[in-house]
Structures are given as structure tokens and as C-alpha cells.
């Protein structure tokens, strides 16, 4: 019985989750798991080194190897096919959200949002209650836009979810 595979950190979910060419070709969708983008992502588009992708995934290095390949895989499998591409499921977490209190500069983390759950900008700090904070992410600070509401508009706590 093969083992189980490790839970892959994935820091975001994408803002678009289905991929569909001009002209369909044959066959089924393709579905291109969560970890499996995310590690499209660290290495193909931010170019970091695997050692380092597996590090922020919290993988060993073989096993974000697997991931990668299975990924450029599919989403080849798909060009060429003219295949659509789903983006869903899979084995992973999602990485919790940092927040820097401006009042009170207190840091915390908040475990990522679910639909009806709260989203970061109706957040207090656990402090001193004020309501005005900044997420940070990767020791960068980011304004907490308010008024979205709803899953699927960009901007907010969530990182656009």
C-alpha cells in the first residue's frame, strides 16, 4: 500500500480556477491539484530553486519533484491536446494569514478564511481590539481593504479569495 503523501503548504487560491482553449479539443478536462499550481508557481514563475520550494511548501525536495513534474505534465498533456485545465483538490493546507496591529504593533497569525468565515478586514487585534492592521506577507505590509463581502473580488485580507 503506498504511502501517503505529505500536505503541501499553498500560500493562496488562484482567482481563476478553470482554463478553457478557443477550440476544444479531444478528451477531458485536465485537473491540476492546488499544491501541484503552487509549485508551478514558486518555480516557474517566481524561479526560486527547489530547495527552496520545498522549504515554503513544507516538502522534502524529492517530493516537490514529483509534484512539479506532475503539474508540467498535465498542463502540457492539456496545451497540446487542447484539453481544459480545472484547477481543484488535492493534498494540501493553506498557509495562515500574518497581521501587524497599527495601534498596538502586536503580530498574529489567523488561520486562512473559509467561506463564511471571517476574512481579515472585520478582524480586531486580539490586543487592544483596534480594527486598524496590516497583513503582512513575507515581511511585506499591505493595507486591509474593507468591504468585500463576498468570495471571489479581489483586494481584502484574503488575498483576493
Request: aromatic fraction near 4%; glycine fraction near 14%; charge should be positive.
Amino acid at each position: 500500500m503506498p504511502r501517503r503523501r505529505c500536505c503541501g503548504i499553498v500560500d493562496d487560491v488562484p482567482l481563476c480556477r478553470k482554463f478553457s482553449p478557443q477550440m476544444q479539443g479531444g478528451g477531458e478536462p485536465v485537473v491540476v491539484q492546488l499544491e501541484e499550481l503552487e509549485a508551478i508557481r514558486l518555480k516557474d514563475q517566481k524561479g526560486w530553486e527547489q530547495a527552496t520550494c520545498a522549504s515554503v511548501m513544507g516538502l522534502s525536495r524529492p517530493t516537490f519533484q514529483r509534484i512539479l513534474q506532475s503539474a508540467r505534465n498535465k498542463v502540457a498533456m492539456a496545451l497540446v491536446e487542447g484539453r481544459a485545465i480545472i484547477i481543484d483538490g488535492g493534498n494540501y493546507v493553506m498557509k495562515n494569514r500574518v497581521f501587524e496591529c497599527a495601534e498596538c504593533h502586536h503580530v498574529w497569525e489567523e488561520a486562512p478564511c473559509t467561506e463564511g468565515g471571517k476574512h481579515g478586514y472585520e478582524l480586531a487585534c486580539p490586543k487592544c481590539a483596534s480594527m486598524k492592521k496590516l497583513k503582512l506577507d513575507n515581511g511585506v505590509k499591505h493595507a486591509c481593504g474593507g468591504g468585500h463581502h463576498e468570495h471571489g473580488h479581489g483586494g481584502g485580507c484574503c488575498g483576493g479569495h
